[in-house]
């Protein structure tokens, strides 16, 4: 079946560390994307990719940091430099058609806490 | 900038009747999309229907359809004959089509729950 796995579903980390949350997805699809969600809040986009080896910052990059490498992969690391790390975290990826993209397909999140 | 607002926290309707969730949105690009998230407290974010803004047709999807008024810059969801499994989250999000992959403004979400 194709679709967007992430693991692990909850990852707990001690503060000052670094942590990489991992997002596959066997859809095919161009872009991928990155976002946080907080309670009570709406998704917020951290990073995105529309092509290997290339990524842009979203509204909240700050302290967290991004690769891609292979068309399937875009992992994404929590930096001890991110003051707030605790939260949902969601993968998303969506096909090109022609000049734009399509709608964005999610994977089920990894719940990050940090102490 | 973009913004999208949901003024409803959170909403109850009884089984198998209609709802209507609101959605109002900014922005001054002459091209975007709508679109419509469910999120089961599972935490996946499912998607439901899509409108672009030069549609001229409002979108459907089963028992969805997306209210759009462009004037009014309003984008409701409409559920029809709702059941026990469209409890959930719902988000609104607005996308930009300014050349790069479509970056996605989320709004605050209203929790629907659906009653017997």
């Known amino acids: 079946d194709g679709g967007i796995t992430q693991s692990p579903k909850y990852l707990f980390r001690k503060e000052g560390q670094n942590v990489t949350l991992s997002c596959e997805q066997n859809?095919?699809?161009?872009?991928m994307y990155w976002y946080r969600q907080d309670p009570g809040q709406g998704l917020r986009l951290i990073y995105y990719?529309?092509?290997?080896?290339?990524?842009q910052k979203g509204d909240i990059a700050e302290g967290y940091s991004v690769s891609r490498e292979k068309k399937e992969s875009f992992p994404l690391t929590v930096t001890s430099a991110q003051k707030n790390p605790t939260a949902f975290y969601l993968c998303?990826?969506?096909?090109?058609?022609?000049?734009?993209?399509?709608?964005?397909?999610f994977g089920p999140g990894t719940r990050l806490t940090v102490t | 900038a973009q913004k999208i607002t949901q003024t409803q926290p959170g909403m109850f309707v009884q089984e198998k009747e209609a709802v209507t969730l609101d959605c109002t949105y900014d922005?001054?690009?002459?091209?975007?999309?709508l679109f419509w998230y469910k999120q089961p407290s599972s935490g996946e974010m499912i998607f439901l229907i899509y409108?672009?803004?030069?549609?001229?047709q409002n979108a459907t999807e089963g028992r969805y359809s997306l209210n759009f008024q462009k004037a009014r810059k309003s984008a409701n969801l409409v559920i029809s004959a709702s059941q026990l499994g469209d409890s959930a989250m719902y988000f609104c999000?607005?996308?930009?089509?300014?050349?790069?992959?479509?970056?996605?403004?989320f709004g605050t979400g209203t929790r629907l729950q659906v009653t017997l």
């Open positions: 998303a990826s969506s096909i090109r058609q022609g000049a734009s993209f399509g709608e964005q397909y």
């Open positions: 859809l095919n699809h161009d872009a």
């Open positions: 990719s529309q092509i290997v080896n290339d990524f």
């Open positions: 922005t001054s690009d002459p091209s975007y999309g």
């Open positions: 409108q672009g803004s030069y549609d001229q």
């Open positions: 999000a607005m996308s930009d089509y300014t050349g790069t992959a479509s970056k996605l403004t």
